[in-house]
């Protein structure tokens, strides 16, 4: 059924397959295009029923292996994530076992999709204030935010065992040995109960899929029916409605029901403060009046590109670093190891195998033919068609890029601020390409260096301070972590789908060597230094500091994990991202002051990756585009079209971070990796048949890119590989598809001096 507003409805006509038997009291719910349904009673006994629906599909049920555990009815059932994907959750219930009678059950199960597998999780109730688990069969349930399950009310089972088991046993007993009097007045006091009937817990609970941990955070409002005031209601849904959670009507009492209909508004707020605002806009500011220096200072075309070749290595070495942190990783990479564990840092250190490769094979072409964009040795080498394809490829990836990272800590910002998302994507969009028009690459570097120190500094001091909160410190936190099976590194399973070593190796590779080697944001810093040996120098440095920063991310969010675990309360349930953890915990942990300081280092590592792919866009657009439609013969006219086209694409950016904001997304680490392979795999393909091959001619390595990409697209559709092997596969099969075109297609011939890693000028 579709409602189509106005009060129409459209009906759907078609006949969805049978289920496999009737039943009722069961739960269901839907991830993906599957619809699953779970347990219920068949009106024999409980059942144990597991069915998939697949709505692609709908020619019929699946019947799946269900829980270890008891059959049961009345059972609770939600889809959410536990911080890798959306898995089912099932908890409570009730099973009349003929040996034991009534069983209210109170433990719970997750099912994972992906893996067909069952866990068992903490039973309802076990990390309360009296550790004692407890059954909540028939009450609505429901996801909320990013990771909490919610369960209003429910039963115990307690009046319900009593009246429909041990009084009834005791009125056949009485029956049988004749005392028929004192049977009726069992079955008055039978009805009595009823009548009388307390109503049913009016305790909100909400479950985290990722710490395992039951909190309290509040009660239901009372009914009151006849006079009599009665607990919440069961039997009935909790559904979503925008932002509110309904819950209309229910069993208040047995065999009475409710007409009452609940609205209620998930809430949960934080205090930023007028210190940590200050602190905040004085970091804003600082960057205003850096960029008003370089302004100032009179800069040329060539300043705005390249600074001049002033920069010393060791500042370029931090400017590529920072550019590829970004916030990206300062915040969801302690979010990933907080719902995960530490699998994915062996991606971050393959630049160490990468650095080697890049310095002495790709970074002299870049310096010894004298260019400002990678893409005119494209040119060069093959032709100004595949310069500008590639130009634009590359444009289209940082377009999308800097909506990524103006979306994430506006995250940040919105969680910790309760400002409007829009607004705080607006203000840090404007904020960045003020300073970036006004001072060129030159304050993009600077800048970056003076952000790495706030960012590092937030990073270190967070994790001195969790600790303290931590019962057992240090020691505790490694014990929790261990228990847990948070510190994992190395998964050697072998699965295309996973990310296993092999894959976060091979991904790792293949994404660094497209950062790296293809990335004009990347390439610009190695031609702002005065020299290919600064340059090399650089790219050291960005690798050595990849090493301690990744084990302090990840470091980041075990101890987050840790802290929540242990503090489960002071998780926010509304919270819609898990990237927002660490932001969260800098609002409400952290002292008045230290809070605004860290939630600047979110920002540095926004901006620092901001402002580098503005910059670095306007100097692929000026440089490979304006250029060559119109001639330009004066500097300034030149370095007018940049500062515009700063401006144009930082509005953009900010266009596509709005509307991001409306998109459900679980892990922006986990879209942005598979992002860079889509968009980047060919354009770092065409660089390795640029420099490996002397056969392969523009027409070829179009080829190669035009399959490469179809070869992406169809494994995205299919789901065929993890998407972190996107950018190896897409580099692979457009180098491969590339050269064995060269073999067939005609070869004219063009002299490569120079331009290949056989022919490549000597370092003058």
């Known amino acids: 059924i579709k409602h189509l507003g106005n009060g129409r409805l459209e009906i759907d006509d078609m006949i969805f397959p049978e289920i496999p038997e009737p039943i009722y009291a069961m739960g269901g719910a839907k991830i993906g295009n599957n619809i699953f349904v779970v347990g219920g009673d068949n009106g024999i006994n409980e059942t144990k029923n597991f069915w998939k629906l697949d709505l692609l599909k709908k020619d019929k049920w699946e019947v799946l292996i269900p829980w270890e555990g008891s059959p049961r009815s009345h059972l609770l059932v939600s889809a959410q994530s536990d911080g890798?994907?959306?898995?089912?959750?099932?908890?409570?219930?009730?099973?009349?076992?003929?040996?034991?009678?009534?069983?209210?059950?109170?433990?719970g199960f997750k099912y994972d999709p992906i893996h067909n597998s069952w866990t068992t999780i903490s039973d309802v109730g076990t990390n309360l204030s009296n550790n004692n688990s407890i059954c909540v069969m028939a009450a609505p349930c429901i996801s909320l935010g990013a990771n909490h399950i919610a369960i209003f009310g429910g039963a115990s089972g307690d009046i319900f065992k009593k009246v429909e088991q041990d009084i009834p046993k005791q009125i056949i007993a009485l029956e049988e040995k004749g005392k028929l009097d004192r049977s009726r007045e069992l079955m008055l006091k039978k009805w009595s109960i009823y009548n009388k009937h307390p109503g049913f817990s009016k305790d909100i609970l909400v479950y985290h899929t990722i710490t395992d941990t039951w909190v309290t955070i509040g009660k239901m409002p009372e009914s009151n029916i006849g006079g009599q005031t009665v607990g919440s209601h069961i039997t009935t849904n909790a559904v979503k409605w925008d932002k509110d959670i309904v819950i209309a009507s229910g069993e208040i009492r047995p065999g009475v029901r409710s007409p009452k209909v609940w609205k209620i508004t998930p809430k949960i707020t934080s205090e930023f403060g007028t210190i940590n605002y200050i602190c905040l806009l004085a970091y804003f500011g600082i960057l205003i009046i850096i960029g008003i220096y370089f302004f100032n200072k009179g800069i040329d075309v060539d300043d705005y590109f390249r600074a001049g070749g002033r920069i010393p290595w060791w500042a370029a070495g931090i400017s590529i670093f920072v550019t590829q942190l970004s916030a990206i990783t300062f915040m969801a990479i302690p979010a990933k190891s907080f719902s995960t564990d530490w699998t994915w840092i062996f991606m971050n250190m393959t630049i160490i195998v990468v650095a080697p490769f890049i310095s002495f094979i790709i970074l002299p072409f870049y310096r010894r033919l004298n260019i400002t964009t990678a893409y005119e040795y494209l040119e060069k080498r093959f032709n100004v068609s595949v310069r500008m394809i590639?130009?634009?490829?590359?444009?289209?990836?940082?377009?999308?890029?800097?909506?990524?990272?103006?979306?994430?800590?506006?995250?940040?910002?919105?969680?910790?601020?309760?400002?409007?998302?829009?607004?705080?994507?607006?203000?840090?969009?404007?904020?960045?390409?003020?300073?970036?028009?006004?001072?060129?690459?030159?304050?993009?570097?600077?800048?970056d260096v003076f952000q790495i120190i706030v960012l590092l500094f937030g990073a270190l001091l967070t994790l001195l301070i969790i600790p303290s909160y931590v019962q057992g410190g240090v020691d505790g936190i490694l014990k929790l972590a261990l228990e847990d099976d948070k510190l994992k590194v190395f998964d050697f399973r072998f699965s295309l789908k996973e990310p296993t070593i092999w894959i976060l190796f091979l991904g790792g590779i293949g994404n660094n060597i497209i950062s790296y080697g293809s990335d004009q944001t990347v390439i610009q810093r190695y031609l702002t230094t005065k020299n290919e040996k600064e340059a090399r120098r650089a790219i050291w440095t960005n690798a050595i500091l990849v090493i301690p920063t990744s084990i302090i991310w990840f470091s980041l969010g075990t101890a987050l994990y840790t802290f929540y675990k242990s503090n489960p309360a002071s998780l926010s349930f509304t919270m819609e991202m898990t990237d927002a953890i660490f932001p969260w915990f800098i609002a409400t942990q952290l002292p008045v002051g230290i809070s605004g300081l860290l939630i600047a280092g979110i920002f540095a590592a926004s901006m620092s990756s901001l402002d580098s792919s503005m910059n670095s866009v306007a100097t692929a657009f000026t440089t490979d585009?304006?250029?060559?439609?119109?001639?330009?013969?004066?500097?300034?006219?030149?370095?007018?079209?940049?500062?515009?086209?700063?401006?144009?694409?930082?509005i953009l950016g900010i266009a596509l971070a709005l509307a991001m904001a409306t998109w459900e997304i679980q892990s922006i680490w986990s879209v942005f990796v598979k992002f860079i392979g889509l968009f980047g795999g060919g354009l770092g393909g065409l660089f390795i048949l640029a420099i490996f091959t002397y056969r392969v001619n523009s027409t070829c390595a179009i080829l190669g890119l035009l399959s490469s990409s179809v070869i992406q697209y169809i494994l995205l559709l299919n789901d065929f590989i993890h998407g972190l092997m996107f950018g190896a596969i897409g580099m692979t099969s457009c180098v491969i598809i590339g050269?064995?075109?060269?073999?067939?297609?005609?070869?004219?011939?063009?002299?490569?001096?120079?331009?290949?890693?056989?022919?490549?000028?000597?370092?003058?």
């Open 739 to 764: 050269y064995l075109t060269s073999l067939i297609l005609s070869n004219k011939k063009k002299d490569l001096t120079g331009l290949t890693i056989y022919s490549i000028k000597s370092d003058s």
């Open 390 to 447: 590639a130009s634009a490829l590359f444009m289209v990836f940082q377009f999308a890029r800097i909506g990524i990272v103006l979306y994430l800590p506006a995250i940040a910002l919105s969680v910790v601020t309760n400002i409007d998302i829009k607004i705080c994507i607006v203000s840090v969009g404007l904020f960045s390409i003020l300073y970036t028009v006004m001072g060129g690459i030159e304050a993009v570097i600077w800048t």
């Open 625 to 650: 585009f304006y250029k060559r439609i119109k001639v330009v013969t004066k500097n300034d006219e030149c370095l007018l079209i940049a500062r515009i086209a700063t401006i144009i694409f930082g």
């Open 84 to 107: 890798e994907r959306d898995c089912l959750y099932i908890f409570s219930g009730r099973f009349n076992d003929p040996q034991r009678g009534w069983q209210f059950l109170t433990e």
